[in-house]
């Protein structure tokens, strides 16, 4: 059974810095691609960021551009968020996922497969 385990979270005020951290376990072969994405209670799940497995290939979301990195370890089939210059606008609950074909479509939350518990990011004023 796939698991995805986020940590990490936690409160920051603005301009800080935060990594998120999320674990793949359950596999007995790599990924498609890992990718973070966000909610609150009033947006729907929004598109963070990607990353394809064995080609490491990133994309971002326009409003995390330049602010937000995505990296992966192989060997720890760890994903990582790192998160800098924090807006209050990054308040959300942080989803981490995965996707095991290339059908996916990297920016579509409903086209992954498995997904962690979530992890909430709060930013303060």
């Known amino acids: 059974q796939v698991q995805l385990v986020e940590s990490g979270g936690g409160l920051v005020q603005t301009g800080g810095s935060l990594r998120l951290s999320c674990a793949l376990s359950g596999r007995s072969f790599g990924p498609y691609a890992m990718a973070w994405f966000r909610q609150t209670p009033v947006m729907e799940r929004e598109f963070v960021a990607p990353m394809t497995w064995s080609t490491g290939r990133t994309d971002y979301g326009d409003s995390v551009e330049g602010r937000f990195t995505i990296s992966r370890d192989n060997a720890k089939s760890t994903v990582y968020l790192e998160m800098n210059s924090l807006k209050s606008e990054d308040t959300a609950v942080y989803f981490c996922?995965?996707?095991?074909?290339?059908?996916?479509?990297?920016?579509?939350?409903?086209?992954?497969?498995?997904w962690g518990q979530g992890t909430q990011v709060t930013v303060s004023s």
């Open positions: 996922a995965s996707a095991s074909q290339p059908s996916v479509v990297l920016r579509m939350w409903n086209t992954y497969d498995d």
